[in-house]
């Protein structure tokens, strides 16, 4: 056929199996040939349902297809092997940098289709075959291609590994069992494979059923924050009603003031030009009077004079002035008095209820309280990175260390002026706000109050809550050097426990939780309060005594 000039592809008629030419072919119904030893050894490997299928099309057939030759074929075949052709395997079958590659292969190498553990070997199609077909061959284990073939060759002996030592847990050859293993709990891999495969059987199941339970957590938590949305929405959009409402009656309060004084001003204005209107026409009267007598006065003739003197009408009633009375300037300085009044009791009204607003916001917790921790170490996992704001430390105060250590002068720092600073007590506040949970650490030499506090704090001794401690809006822990003593909102609380020179403090913030530790080679706790915080905490310093105090934030 090939001297009458049809040029053969070898590929179509290769075995889809072996990749070779077809050797005993065998066609299926849907048209795809096999060697006959190629489909006859897949399907003996296959399970025993008795339900057989092309390895190409996928297609199944019942009963097991008996031999069915194509004669075209099998004569095209062996025309190909006259002129000397060979199906020559694809690209896709040479074995690349990835792939296990065919160690019987010369020249370039064709892809692995499997891995002999017996022989320590890996094959392509072609070479697989007597694995197939010679009979001690065919109890061989073969797996799929592997690299880690040498991994089963024992290193002291260059056997293969065929037992499992469970005293020493390794893979071991027959010799080390005469050896070194030897009078050792040792069984075949086989059997250790088959109890460590259902030790894995049990851990998936495990694995699966937490898998399971942690998707209806997943899904619980899920239903939780879309409920959470749900509720902090409608709250937000109540609020922000009853908000509004509010500010439309303060607006018509603010009207309703400002209508009633100026109309109270334009009634009491018109009062005032009526009685002014009347003066100055008096006024023009008299002034006209006035000039009239001024004339008869300079009249020379003493008979003109006695003639003219009776026809002056006599004055008419002077306007009552007793009604006008000197005020201050400020005529409805009560007024502004009142709305001043108001504004006070409702700033009051404000703060408390503000107060009672914020602790229920802060008291929404969907779930369970995580427990404190018990050693340093898990304190330690909720350190924080705090530093020490400038801004806000006293003139006797030098930061130093990247604003971590703060030590009390004699002379005032070059601090330039802020509304945040501490003006009375040597004070200082952190940068950073403390939300959360936190633990930090202060290293103190001398007489330091360690303490937590609002930003709102005061400032100055002018206020009657100055100092850390004696107002609503701080916690402090003075340490001295042989007491120390807790202070909340002027409430002092004597503390007992050992003396150290690091005191750490732990913040839960949301659940109300703030404690105080002494820390040496043991932590001891020194005082714990349980509270609700309505807003951001700072870390606190307050330095005590003469110059040269240090405290440094750890």
Known sequence: MAQKGVQLDGDIFSCLICQHLLKDQMTFPCGHSYCMSCIETHWDGEDEDEIYSCTQCRQTFTPRPVQDENTMIADLVEELKKTGLQAAPADHCYAGPEDVACDVCTGRKLKACRSCLQCLASYCEKHLQPHYEVAPLKKHKLVEPSKKLQDNVCSRHDEVMKMFCRTDQQSVCDYCLMGDHKGHDTVTAAEERSERQRELGVSRQNIQQRVQDREKDVKLLQQQVEAISRSADEAVED???IFTQLIRLMEKRRSDVKQQVRSQQEAEVSRVRELQEKLEQEITELKRRDADLEELSLTEDHHQFLHNYPSLSPLSESTDSSSIKIRPLRYFEAVTAAVSEVRGKLQDVLRETWRKISQTVTEVDVLLPQPEPKTRAEFLQYSCDITLDPNTAHTQLLLSDGDRKATLMSEEQPYSSHPDRFTDYNQVLSRESLTGRCYWEVERRGEVHVAVAYKDVSRSQSCLDWGFG?????????????????????????????????????????????????????????????????????????????????????
Not at 504 to 514: F, K, S, T
Not at 527 to 537: E, G, K, S, Y
Request: aromatic share 14%; charged share 15%; hydrophobic share 35%.
């Open 239 to 241: 609020s922000e009603k």
């Open 470 to 554: 004696y107002n609503d809006k701080s916690w402090t822990l003075q340490c001295f050097n042989n007491s120390y003593h807790f202070w909340y909102d002027s409430v002092h609380t004597h503390v007992s426990g050992p003396r150290s020179s690091r005191v750490g403090v732990y913040l839960d913030h949301r659940a109300g939780i703030l404690s105080f530790y002494s820390i040496s080679e043991t932590m001891t706790l020194l005082h714990r309060v349980q509270t609700t915080f309505t807003q951001p905490l700072y870390a606190a310093l307050q330095l005590y005594g003469a110059p040269g105090v240090t405290a440094e934030l750890c």
